[in-house]
């Protein structure tokens, strides 16, 4: 039988069309193409935010109201295909729970009660307080949490405020430290997507990357046509995870100690004469360092450490070498793990390079620049006091473009190096998205000013002197999304299906009604969403019609070393312009040159490392809410090996309570007793035990595992926190207190 899974459901869809065309109208033929019965149904192209991937959909509205989404064929990336989430995206838009109209505290922080204001008065009221703030203590004392391509307008604002204060957790809570140890050895990071080139691959090396559980849809099919072809699969993972299931090799690895097992894959390698000589003798540069730094660093020296076997581990490092250089070694993206993170990612880098797949097909491809046109707006103020979260002094290669989360908390508690007295918290939850929930909670203590624009009631707006309601993604226009790390970059727009419900509004319209308030107008020089993309098109010949016809265009790409250009800048942008093997900026800052194995402590007896994930349904903490993921997923289990749970007389299903180091306890949650896990450590999935309740579906759900997060370890490098560093025991609901 023929046709796709879409023309299944788009006959089906007819199909049913006419069987209500034929009830509700006797004598009647079958409803025209873009009806269902007399009623016109309009599809508008746009890009998904039910999490951090974007993909391209399609949105079918009806009398104003989104009836159904479906992947966008024509969108470069992902051609159609589309995630449980992505499909579930009218339950964000249609949630009774969302914030509706902006609102005033009137009881204390954490009540959560407040009195519902008009726009006027609830911008105004920002307008004033940001103003008394500059006034009194300067504009650096407003810090900005953003998160989402919603949030650039505003930030726009912010920095023509004048704090240089603004901090996302993509950076010190996720991907930084690979950012850092990829652009110490190549010159340049990985961005987003992960630059992997499946298509291509021979073998595929996953490093705690849950790839088939944390999904993108485009990746997800790369990968598992991959697979499909014949590419070899090595897994690296505490956990049996979807991907480990799948692989040739897994290797059940003892936590915290990757860095040991990178180094041994380098002595093999290295002393089998199995790298790319041809690419290291022509690219790289602190070869014969590198060679003396692991000489010793055998599989049997790493055995013990590492707990993998030393025959596997050479088998592993063989099979690399044989399959080199269309070798994809996923740079991971969640790494934030135990604060040696950057220097793990750097011996990563390190592989990727001895194995010739930088640049190379199978490995990781480079990205191809594009360029978008400018917005003229007056210079930026800079400001004479600098940050606050000690991006690039106390954390040197921390990114001041995406800022330390954790160094603005830190800022806002001791007042250090100046005050914190306001906070703009913007699509991002810093309850749940940054550890050490309480120090965050004494942090909001000391603000004069908290302000919180969001979509849904979490937590975090229970604390909130001013909460303004964000229309969701299929009811706003937001910046275009440019992806140069595509083989083929693309620039794609999300376009409003529908018009914002209740007294939502887009972020780019709260952001000009605020800039004006403070007289900063003139940063942002367009009066529609329609003006703001001709003005960021036109140099690239984009018709904006045509644009908002399809979702996305694409460009030409230059993925590999042998097609590059001049114009896209040099091949390796380090002070040597070679990979550098040896880090010679690092040294300069006082970290070692080359990656080094640091112990880690192991949990006590009886305790386990308490690791984390995603599930194929749910993203982060922002998706438990919505009433038909909640149908396929209400709430996490926690998974133990079997011995171990044997050994504390605990049996598979079976509700206990995690308790931390800290004594801080969980809801009760159910055992998922397995052999596919270590027995040293306890794996959860991420983003339940909702606390507000103004979430009633996902309220009290689960347990949180970011509530267990009181310890962290930070990466000197970078500033990141290392969240694999804390343990917890079981209780029986007898036992917990």
Known sequence: MGGTRRDFLRSAAVAGTMAGAARGAPGEGPAPPGHHGVTPVHTIASNCEMCFWRCGILAEVENGKVVRIEGNPDHPLTKGRLCARGNAGIGLTYDPDRLKYPMLRTGARGEGKFRRVSWETALDYLAERLQEIKAKHGPEAVAFFPHGVASAF?????????????????????????????????????????????????????????????????????????????AKLIVVDPRLSTAAAKADWWLPIRPGTDIALLLAWMNVLISDGAYDRDYIRRYATGFDRLARHVQGLTPEWAEPITEIPAAKIRATARAMAEAKPAVALHPGRHVTWYGDDSQRARAMAIVTALLGAWGRKGGIFLPTPISTGKIPTPPMPESERGRADGAGDKYPFASEEQGVTNGLIDATLTGQPYPIKGWIVYGQNVLESIPQREKTLQAIDKLDLLAVVDVLPVEQTLYADLVLPEATYLERYDMPH????????????RFPAVKPMYESRPGWWIAKELAKRLGLKAYLPWETPEEHLEMLVKPLGVNPAALRARGAVKFPGRPYLENRRPEDGPLFPTPSG???????????????????????????????????????????????????????????????????????????????????????QTNAVRLRVTPGIRPDCAYMVHGFGHRSPKLHLAYGKGASDAGLMTRVKIDPMMGGTGMRVNFVRLLSGEEAG
Request: with cysteine; glycine share 10%.
């Open 154 to 230: 505003f930030r726009i604002v912010m920095e023509a405020y004048g704090t240089p204060n603004h901090a996302e957790p993509a950076f010190a809570q996720c991907r930084g430290p690979r950012e850092v140890g990829y652009a110490l050895t190549f010159g340049q990071g990985l961005g987003s997507p992960e630059p992997v080139d499946f298509d291509e691959t021979r073998l595929i090396v996953l490093i705690g990357t849950h790839i088939g559980e944390n999904v993108f849809t485009s990746q997800i099919t790369q990968f598992a046509g991959a697979l499909g072809r014949g």
């Open 482 to 493: 440019v992806v140069v790390t595509a083989k083929e970059p693309f620039l794609a727009v």
């Open 578 to 664: 070679k990979i550098e093997l040896y880090s010679t900026l690092a040294e300069e800052y006082g970290f070692d040159p080359l990656p080094r194995y640091t112990p880690v402590e192991d949990p006590p007896p009886g305790w386990f490392r308490l690791i984390y994930g995603r599930a194929p349904v749910h993203s982060f903490a922002r998706s438990e809410n919505n009433a038909i993921l909640d149908g396929l997923m209400d709430e996490n289990e926690v998974w133990v090996n079997d011995e171990a749970a044997r050994a504390l007389s605990l049996a598979d299903g079976q509700m206990v309570v995690l308790e931390n180091s800290d004594g801080v």
